[in-house]
Each structure stands twice: as C-alpha cells, then as structure tokens.
Nanobody, 121 residues
Framework: VQLQAYGGGLVQAGGSLTLSCAAS????????MGWFRRAPEREREFVAA????????YYSESVKGRFTISKDNAKNTVYLQMNDLKPGDTAVYYC???????????????WGQGTLVTVSS
C-alpha cells in the first residue's frame, strides 16, 4: 500500500486547510485510515481516524470540534478538514492505514510521507 499525503501549507491562525491522503496498491486489507502529527521536539500524536467501511470517526481532544476526517472510498482518499487552526497545530501531518481505527501509531501498517502544516500567529 502506498499513501500520498498532500495539502499542507502556511496559514494564519483561525484559518483552514484540507489535507488529503490517497491510497494505492494492495488496499483490500485496509479498513481504517488515521492522521497523526509530529511537532518539532515532540512525539508523534494521534489526530483522527476513520473506519472505511462503517464510517466511525475518532478525534483527539485537542482537535475535536475543529477537525473533520472524511473519506471517499471510490477515490481511495481520506481527507482532514482543519478549521480554526492554532499555532499549536503546526506539525508534519502523516496519514496511515491499518486494519482498524486506533490512536496508537504502532497499530498502523503503512504510512505516507507527511505534509507540513504551519500556522502563524
């Protein structure tokens, strides 16, 4: 499975961005997609996850109410709509695929290359 994440960029605080993650290859065993992020000098952090069959979605407390994860199964693509961005959201964002939704990064099998989101104050 190959994952291509894109859509990052520079945005002012309070602004919005939408990240996309396109999956290709042997995706038939991929049932969940997640977004994680890593800020400078911090550990990788769970952001959101979605089950590709049932559509259940989960969020970290830090982004709940501001971020929305969604999917387009026909395009094998997952999106992360990020609203009301804060400087603390600045990080490299990674998408990952696995067999179930989980907040633990070790439960995901494949990872995209990451896309940088910078939020200026």
């Amino acid at each position: 499975v190959q994952l291509q994440a894109y859509g990052g960029g520079l945005v002012q605080a309070g602004g919005s961005l939408t990240l996309s993650c396109a999956a290709s290859g042997r995706t038939f065993r991929t049932y969940a997609m997640g977004w994680f992020r890593r800020a400078p000098e911090r550990e990788r952090e769970f952001v959101a996850a979605i089950h590709l069959t049932y559509g259940n979605s989960y969020y970290s407390e830090s982004v709940k109410g501001r971020f929305t994860i969604s999917k387009d199964n026909a395009k094998n693509t997952v999106y992360l709509q990020m609203n009301d961005l804060k400087p603390g959201d600045t990080a490299v964002y990674y998408c990952a695929s696995g067999s179930d939704t989980d907040f633990r990064p070790q439960e995901y099998d494949y990872w995209g290359q990451g896309t940088l989101v910078t939020v200026s104050s």
